[in-house]
């Protein structure tokens, strides 16, 4: 079964953002893990980082989906 272009732009789309949230949910395992030892910079600087992530996931996706 050959794709459509659009189909494909899609997925490659999503798997992206899979990808950077599960890098978004490692680095909150990490923050979590070693709070105490990171530094008030460092942890305004992921905050951002996940902040910026969710944006961008808002962005893509305004509403979630109520079905499929």
């Known amino acids: 079964m050959i794709m459509d272009d659009k189909a494909e732009k899609y ?8 990808e950077a949230l ?7 395992i990490f923050v979590l ?7 008030k910079e ?3 600087s ?3 980082s996940l902040k910026d992530l969710v944006a961008q ?7 979630p989906p109520t079905q499929f």
Do not use: G, H, Q
């Not at 997925?11 to 899979?18: C, E, G, I, P, Y």
């Not at 996931?57 to 509403?63: L, M, R, S, V």
């Open 42 to 44: 460092r942890k305004k």
């Open 57 to 63: 996931c808002e962005e893509i996706y305004p509403e």
């Open 46 to 48: 992921l905050t951002e």
């Open 22 to 28: 599960i890098e978004a949910l490692k680095m909150a």
């Open 33 to 39: 893990e070693n709070e105490e030892e990171l530094s």
């Open 11 to 18: 997925l490659w789309a999503l798997r992206k953002v899979n």
